[in-house]
């Protein structure tokens, strides 16, 4: 899709705490560490959390569970949301059966009237099934890159027929060196936050943000992280960037 299809707007959370989203929807639960990125996972810390405190939903703590009966949860909420898909799991996960990833892409279809946001770090198998998954304008697909050893994750996301493709650059451990942003329509950067955050350098996010300017693709800079992210703030240079990619209406019609 053309990148003069796109403008920035700004998003505020509702029921979300992530800065980037309104809500999210978890029709599968728990996961598995693959890579540096996943050493101090939230999720994992939240799921456990959870299940300490009796929510049914998370019996099985940070194990693999496909949720049936929040599948279909989007469908009930009438009013339009950006919803980021799986926040406390990976939707790519290997022990996902395609058959229920597939179901998750027909209720997206069927509840049209939200933008989903789908984050991945298995970005090999997204390639994969990228033949069989139904793209809709306004399903999101974007891949984890937390340094320069996985911009291959990027190659893999660029390859797929999603109409927007995006970038969740956090939690940021290194620089990422050059970046191919062609086909790319939007960049999240962000440090790590929580106990035993490992730190982020100053120039490390305003390479990112520069390499962003000159793509002109929109950068949206999520925290400075640490042991208290809320202290330390999100603002990068004295202001804050909440660039974002909107669809104009006419695109949107077209899903």
């Not at 997204?126 to 974007?142: R, Y």
């Not at 990027?154 to 620089?175: C, Q, V």
């Not at 962003?212 to 330390?232: I, M």
């Amino acid at each position: 899709m053309p990148q003069q299809q796109w403008k920035y707007r700004k998003i505020v959370a509702s029921n979300s705490s992530i800065e980037w989203t309104e809500a999210t929807w978890n029709p599968v639960t728990g996961c598995a560490k693959i890579s540096p990125g996943c050493k101090h996972c939230y999720a994992e810390r939240m799921a456990k959390r959870l299940k300490a405190m009796g929510q049914p939903n998370y019996a099985n703590g940070f194990r693999l569970t496909l949720q049936e009966k929040a599948l279909e949860l989007p469908l009930s909420w009438k009013k339009p949301r950006v919803i980021f898909v799986n926040s406390m799991s990976d939707l790519f996960h290997k022990n996902v059966p395609v058959e229920f990833i597939l179901r998750v892409f027909d209720v997206m279809r069927r509840a049209n009237w939200h933008q989903y946001q789908i984050l991945t770090k298995r970005a090999d198998r997204l390639e994969q099934l990228d033949a069989v998954i139904p793209w809709q304008p306004h399903i999101w697909m974007g891949v984890s890159v937390e340094s320069e050893d996985y911009r291959s994750r990027i190659d893999h996301l660029r390859r797929t027929h999603a109409h927007i493709k995006f970038l969740s650059l956090e939690p940021l451990l290194g620089p990422l060196g050059p970046l191919d942003l062609a086909g790319i329509h939007w960049a999240i950067a962000g440090g790590e936050s929580g106990p035993g955050a490992r730190p982020m350098n100053v120039e490390w996010v305003t390479d990112i943000r520069d390499q962003c300017l000159r793509a002109k693709v929109p950068f949206f800079f999520k925290q400075w992280g640490g042991t208290n992210k809320k202290r330390a703030g999100r603002m990068l240079e004295g202001r804050f960037w909440d660039e974002m990619p909107l669809i104009r209406p006419e695109a949107a019609a077209a899903s």
